[in-house]
């Protein structure tokens, strides 16, 4: 009876304590039903852990302070120092001037501690993944190119993308459980080379249980409002093991909620959409935006091997967090942003908000 993620359905499939209110408007995935709302902790960086440094007695959301921190400032590889998300138990209110939801990243601390996804495993998946074929993503191992030369290369290639980047394909549940004992190593690049599964909604809506774990409602307060004005949300599985790093990139939707369930921690670094040009990031048809795939944030080097990152060097709106199982991280749209598993493997959900609105008009970083 709680508020979950389900298999899409109509609305007449039977009467249901919480109704379904939405499907997604794109890609065929989930419904979301609403019901209550939650009042979760606030936590900070993996060193700050448990500190509260940057909110209020009553969880409120606090502002930033003078120097454009929140908390303790995190280096950030060769571009210096970040600073911390915003803080809050719950998604708070766009500004009049923000078309979606709130135009900066903000951290909800520990609000998923309490869904049944923070009991998953990696043992647990792979039971209910086994015998499950999926491609496998290796991030970093090409730079951008236009759809239109994508689909020839994978055509010439009998379907596989260029440098067979994503067509790495394996047993899911093997996967799995290999990720404890997948050994790679501790430089940047490395962990831009390891295999990674990497959003796939398809696997959700194929498992209604693993939907029903996850409680997208209890993140954003009002949410038969939004649904009434036209939001739908899918959610997508990631999986990798320590010191893996994903692509960086930004979702040109509308918002997107990183539910990470553990068991490692996450490192992610995010930048504004303002600095699109410095990053030499392209849209693309796929609803994101991709700076060269070499490009990596957590690089001791990144500045010089992208010189047009230099500028980009103590940023105002360099944001870092550090997420443990549990926490919930929402990222605007247009928002770049790289994530690094450390100290174990992870899996995590995305929950990706999309617009009636934008999908009509196409999803570009003008229109976030």
């Known amino acids: 009876d709680g ?21 997604l408007l794109s890609r065929e995935a989930m419904l979301i039903s609403a019901c209550a709302g939650v009042a979760v902790a606030i936590s900070g960086c993996a060193s700050l852990a448990g500190g509260g440094v940057g909110s209020t007695a009553s969880g409120s959301v606090a502002p930033f302070a003078e120097n454009g921190e929140v908390g303790g400032a995190c280096e950030v590889g060769d571009l210096g120092a970040g600073r911390r998300a915003r803080q809050s138990k719950v998604l708070p209110p766009a500004e009049p001037t923000e078309r979606f939801f709130p135009g900066e990243p903000v951290l909800l601390s520990g609000v998923a501690r309490s869904w049944p996804a923070s009991k998953w ?80 909604p398809d696997l959700i809506v ?34 990798g093991p320590a010191n893996a790093t994903t692509g960086l990139h930004a979702d040109l939707d509308p918002g997107a909620f990183l539910v990470h369930t553990g068991p490692g921690s996450k490192e992610i670094v995010l930048l504004p959409p303002s600095v699109a ?19 990596n944030l957590f690089s001791d080097r990144v500045v010089a091997d992208f010189p047009s990152l230099k500028a980009l ?46 999908m009509d008009e196409g999803l570009s970083s003008a229109t976030c």
Request: proline share 6%.
């Open 3 to 23: 508020d979950h993620v389900v298999p899409l359905r109509s609305a007449d499939d039977g009467d249901r304590r919480c109704r379904p209110l939405s499907g």
């Open 277 to 295: 040009a410095n990053l030499q990031a392209q849209d693309r048809k796929d609803g994101g935006a991709y700076p060269p795939a070499r490009m």
């Open 313 to 358: 060097r103590g940023h105002r709106q360099l944001v870092r967090e550090t997420l443990a199982p549990g926490d919930v991280l929402f990222i605007p749209c247009g928002w770049f942003h790289q994530v690094r598993y450390v100290d174990a493997p992870s899996v995590s959900v995305t929950i990706i908000a999309s617009h009636v609105r934008s």
């Open 121 to 200: 495993t990696l043992a647990s998946l792979a039971a209910e993944f086994k015998g499950r074929k999926v491609l496998f993503t290796t991030f970093g191992c090409k730079d951008n190119i236009d759809d239109d030369a994508e689909d020839d290369a994978k055509e010439e290639t009998g379907g596989e993308d260029i440098n067979e980047c994503y067509a790495h394909e394996g047993d899911l549940s093997d996967f799995l459980l290999s990720l404890p004992t997948m050994h790679v190593g501790a430089e940047h690049e490395r962990g831009l080379q390891v295999r990674m599964l990497r959003e796939s």
């Open 206 to 239: 194929e498992h209604p249980t693993l939907g029903r774990d996850i409680f997208p409602s209890l993140l954003l307060p009002g949410v038969r409002d939004f649904v009434r004005r036209g939001y739908a949300f899918e959610a997508s599985l990631w999986a």
